[in-house]
């Protein structure tokens, strides 16, 4: 079946340095995707978002972008900090006959070094 | 403060048990949704629910069962027919005007079967 999945399992960043996490989605017709953190033992925390008549979006210290040609979005993190260390998931928003749901990719763990 | 509860924390169930997780929400969403997550994995759609007394199945649905009563409670049973079910459970609610930045998540329920 269709789904979103996400190219690097780890990412080892340095603390301050930016960082970037990438996802791949297969649903050419989903309009809607965000970005979620998760930290361990909680629930995902939501970050940004963006919609697909966009192909950017900036928040604090985060930037989304969209590139539907190829079915790809990033979330770039800058000047990474510590608090940033959790998983970081993409889900996609689908519409359908009985409404929307989010539809996950397998996440990627983001480590930051002191 | 709104938000969406799930409860308890953490469950054992013995092998052969029915066992039930509870969802509340005080947002006045219309939408909840169950997922679930295993290790290393991203969120997988259980169950969810657009209105009261009125559900889908999703993704993983077989072993499982809901009930929408009401709109604040979406409570998941968790089966003997379900052969796997220690996992990390997760409840979110949503408007669907809002779609994907509408989605709320609890913090989790942690099953494990001994």
């Known amino acids: 079946g269709e789904s979103v999945g996400l190219h690097l399992p780890t990412l080892s960043v340095q603390e301050g340095d930016n960082s970037i996490i990438n996802c791949a989605y297969s649903n050419s017709a989903s309009d809607y995707f965000i970005w979620y953190k998760q930290e361990s033992g909680k629930g995902p925390q939501f970050i940004i978002d963006i919609r697909s008549n966009m192909d950017k979006r900036q928040g604090q210290r985060v930037t989304v972008l969209l590139n539907k040609t190829v079915k790809h979005l990033s979330l770039q993190i800058a000047a990474t900090q510590p608090g940033d260390s959790a998983v970081y998931f993409c889900a996609e928003n689908r519409g359908g006959e009985y409404g929307n749901k989010l539809v996950f990719g397998a996440g990627t763990i983001l480590r930051v070094k002191s | ?114």
Request: glycine share 10%; charged share 20%; proline share 4%.
């Open chain 2, 1 to 114: 403060d709104g938000g969406i509860t799930q409860s308890p924390k953490y469950l054992f169930r013995k092998e052969g048990q029915n066992v039930t997780l509870s969802c509340e929400q005080n947002l006045n969403h219309d939408a909840m949704y169950w997922y679930r997550q295993d290790p290393g994995q991203g969120l997988r759609l259980i169950y969810y629910s657009q209105i009261v007394n009125d559900f889908q199945k999703g993704d993983i649905a077989e072993g499982y069962s809901v009930s929408r009563e009401k709109k604040e409670s979406f409570p998941l049973t968790v089966t003997s027919a379900q052969k796997n079910p220690t996992a990390f459970y997760l409840c979110a609610s949503s408007t669907q005007a809002l779609g994907g930045s509408g989605y709320t998540f609890g913090s989790g329920t942690r099953l494990t079967v001994v």
